[in-house]
């Protein structure tokens, strides 16, 4: 099936911004409902934002108004922009993608460290 892949994480400041991408090797990425999770260490895994095919988006509270997530069927790609970072957004942040918005059949990226430190 879908095979995802993330890029983009990394070290930065904060106040600083980062951009995550996930690429996915399937045909048919406009039927996934796609999402970005997080997990800091000790915490458990949890939703960050999503994005239905038809470009319908939500976002956890903690990131509403520094985030934005988008996605480019075309490319088979999705994207998280990250501003404003603050410390508290440290974590591996995974891709996730769910055929037709069924989360008990969604498939993850390897995920991509993403530390925000001075």
């Known amino acids: 099936q879908v095979q995802l892949v993330e890029s983009g994480g990394g070290l930065v400041q904060p106040g600083g911004s980062l951009t995550l991408s996930c690429t996915a090797s399937?045909?048919?990425?406009?039927?996934?409902?796609m999402g970005w999770y997080r997990q800091a260490p000790g915490k458990a895994r949890e939703l960050v934002a999503s994005?239905?095919?038809?470009?319908?988006?939500n976002y956890a509270d903690s990131v509403k108004g520094r985030f934005t997530i988008s996605r480019d069927n075309a490319k088979n790609t999705m994207y998280l922009q990250m501003d404003s970072l603050k410390p508290e957004d440290t974590a591996v942040y995974y891709c996730?993608?769910?055929?037709?918005?069924?989360?008990?059949?969604?498939?993850w990226g390897q995920g991509t460290q993403v530390t925000v430190s001075s």
């Open positions: 996730n993608a769910a055929p037709g918005g069924i989360t008990e059949l969604s498939r």
């Open positions: 399937g045909r048919n990425f406009q039927i996934y409902a």
């Open positions: 994005i239905t095919g038809k470009g319908t988006t």
